[in-house]
Structure formats: structure tokens, C-alpha cells
């Protein structure tokens, strides 16, 4: 028999019973489709100690693994891009993304895990790049990264519980001047986020956000909700700052325990405001 790896482990809450297996895969661990696809060909879906289908309906206090053979852990082709490197030990890597680059790529090599693969194969380190979570593609700032398949699942399982803390820098349309929570299901699930107005600057709002779950676009679904979408926004802001050079949205801090030493950690990343010719 084939010897398997954990890539990523966690017990299901009761936010998320009801789930479908496969969807929970995709929305709550963040695997892509073909990363999943690989995991159901080599039957690596294990539930509560046995293999399962993808269309299980979870039920709360489920214990999910999932398993690849090791040969399968990395099929990314290490690509020299630039990084970096906000922080960096024998356990966790922590890169800033910049915007534009996916962290998969299907269509090209120049995703952000092929980048980290060439990062860590130069250093003679296993290239199997582990993200513990996602940026959209056109969002830049912190992602952290896992060395191994065992802390990828320790820090998963923060995720998971909301053990993290994940600031975001945000420029928007028109004038916010209180902070408030938004709290509106996105596609029928809770969605949590809280912002605080900075600055108010020629008809833009800086804001500093704070996220509370992780629904795709979350930020830039709520903020077009309030009336108040993203800079650069081509996906949810119809209005004539859609089309700027980037999108202005940055994950600038993120606190999470050490899953080693079990200390916190804070990982910043500086504030791009010199790509929107803002004078701070």
C-alpha cells in the first residue's frame, strides 16, 4: 500500500453542520477543485476513521482527514518569482502577495505556490508549498504557509475555530464615518465583519477591517452591500473607480499562536498606498 501524508485535519463545528463534504472541502479548507479531485481519486476523504463521499451531509463534532499519497503531495512546477518574506522559521513561511497572482494557478506556472515551491527548494527544503489559507487573486498582503503537513493541519484547526485574527487596509467609495459590524449570510451562511473608518480623503474611506469568518469575496461583497464599494473592485463595484490599476484591498496583519512553540504570533505587511498615489 501506498504510504499517505495528512494534509489537513479538523473537527467540524456546529456552524458548519449541514455542510456537504466536498463544499466544506472547498469553502472551509480552502482546497481547489483539482486538489480535491486528486484527493477523491486516491480515496484520501477519511470520516471519522472511514472513507467518505463527497456528498456526506457533516454533523457536528465529525472528525475529518485528509490524506495523498506521498508522492502526490506536490504536483506545482516551481516558477522564479519574486518573494516576500515577512517571516520565516523551521516551521511557517509568511509571504506578501502581491496583486494579480493567484495562489493556484491552473492556466499558468506563475502562481503563488509554484513561487514559494522554487523559494524552498533553492534552501534544499521538501517544495510542497501548504497554504493555511487564500487571498483573492487581486488582493495582495499576508499568507502564511505551512513546511509541513502536520503544522498545515495544527494551524487549520485555528482557522477553523476562528483562533486568528485578520486585519485588512481598504479604500472605498464614499464617506463612512462609524464603525459598525456587518453581519449578512453570504449564499446562506453567517458572514461577520467589522470596520473601522481611518480616513476620509477626496470622497474615499480608508478603512481598517476586521474579519470574523471566511466567506469567499466576504469584504468586498459587504462592502458593496453598505454602498460602499472597493477601489478597483472590477467584480462588485460598477461605478467609475472600478477601473484603477489594482484593487485596493490588503491583508496587513495577521495574529495567530505559534503551532510549535504555542506563543503568539503578529505578521504585518506594509500598506501599499504608494500604488494609488495616496500622499499619507
Known amino acids: 500500500m501506498k504510504q499517505k501524508r495528512l494534509v489537513t485535519q479538523a473537527t467540524i463545528g456546529s456552524e458548519h453542520a449541514g455542510y456537504e463534504l466536498a463544499v466544506y472541502v472547498r469553502q472551509v479548507l480552502k482546497l481547489s477543485s483539482r486538489q480535491l479531485q486528486r484527493v477523491v481519486r486516491t480515496k484520501g476523504l477519511i470520516l471519522n476513521g472511514r472513507s467518505a463521499h463527497t456528498k456526506t451531509i457533516l454533523k457536528a463534532g465529525d472528525i475529518l482527514k485528509i490524506l495523498l499519497p506521498a508522492e502526490e503531495q ?47 527548494g533553492k534552501k534544499g527544503l521538501p517544495a510542497a508549498p501548504r497554504p493555511v489559507h487564500r487571498l483573492d487573486t487581486p488582493t495582495s498582503g499576508i499568507v502564511l504557509f505551512a513546511k509541513s503537513a502536520e503544522i498545515q493541519a495544527e494551524l487549520s484547526k485555528q482557522w477553523n475555530e476562528r483562533d486568528v485574527s485578520k486585519i485588512y487596509w481598504a479604500l472605498c467609495v464614499g464617506s463612512i464615518t462609524k464603525e459598525q459590524v456587518i453581519d449578512i449570510p453570504i449564499q446562506g ?7 473601522t473608518p481611518v480616513k476620509e480623503k477626496n470622497g474615499l474611506t480608508e478603512l481598517r477591517v476586521q474579519i470574523f469568518t471566511g466567506r469567499t469575496h466576504q469584504i468586498r461583497i459587504h462592502l458593496q452591500k453598505l454602498g460602499h464599494p472597493i477601489v478597483g473592485d472590477r467584480r462588485y ?8 490599476p489594482r484593487m485596493a484591498l490588503h491583508a496587513c496583519e495577521l495574529r495567530f499562536i505559534h503551532p510549535h512553540f504555542g506563543e503568539a504570533v503578529k505578521i504585518t505587511a506594509p500598506i501599499p498606498y504608494k500604488d494609488f498615489s495616496m500622499d499619507y
Request: hydrophobic share 40%; charged share 20%; aromatic share 10%.
Open 189 to 195: 451562511k453567517q458572514a461577520v465583519t467589522k470596520i
Open 74 to 120: 506536490v504536483k506545482l512546477t516551481p516558477y522564479p518569482l519574486d518573494l516576500e518574506v515577512l517571516f520565516e522559521d523551521e516551521w511557517v513561511l509568511a509571504v506578501n502577495k502581491q496583486p494579480g497572482i493567484p495562489i493556484y494557478s491552473t492556466k499558468t506556472e506563475k502562481g503563488l505556490a509554484n513561487a514559494v515551491a522554487f523559494y524552498l
Open 237 to 244: 463595484n460598477t461605478g467609475p473607480l472600478r477601473n484603477t
